[in-house]
């Protein structure tokens, strides 16, 4: 439930100033833009420089290899990727071309294609995946504590949640502390 004088999104409000953004709220945001874009390039570098493998790649191969037996729709491959589907077919030809994934049809529905991660792309991706934990590690997970960690893990998951896990407006907001000064 949003707190009073305050709006969820798409659910409508009397009051156009309770859809305003205020200052506290824009640099959250830019905040929370400009620490992705940070850490995606940090991060990409790495990849890229050690073993020339980009971060959408390395996704690509963490998303196949987390999926039951190493196979994804394509449909499902770009929701969990973020990327859309031009994006995704244009990056798995390439991961084809180099041996890593392989496209097969879909079992229980011909016109379906599956994406599925090859021997050489469960190795690839094993031999990059220590150096993108170091840098996770280094660049975001060491500049917080541990109950910081859960609390912007909670924090960020309520933005990745879908909104009909919430209802149609979106999360409810816990009660806050009426003695904390956050």
Known sequence: MAPAGTVEPGCGSADPAAERVDARGMRAWRGLLRAHAQVTRVLEAELEETHHLPLASYDVLV?????????????????????????????????????????????????????VLTPAGLA????????????????????????????????????????????SCGAESPPRDQGSDA
């Open 124 to 167: 690839r991706l094993r031999a990059a995946s220590g150096t993108h934990l170091r840098g996770v590690a280094r660049h975001v997970l060491s500049r917080y504590s541990a109950e910081e960690l859960e609390l912007l893990g909670d924090l960020l998951g309520r933005l990745a949640a879908p909104a009909t896990e919430h209802g």
């Open 63 to 115: 998303q196949l290899s987390e999926a039951p037996d190493g196979a994804l729709r394509m449909s499902e491959l770009a929701d969990a990727v973020l990327l859309s589907r031009s994006g995704l077919t244009r990056l798995v030809d390439r991961l084809v071309r180099e041996g890593l994934v392989e496209r097969r049809s879909c079992p229980s529905d011909l016109r379906g294609t599956l994406a």
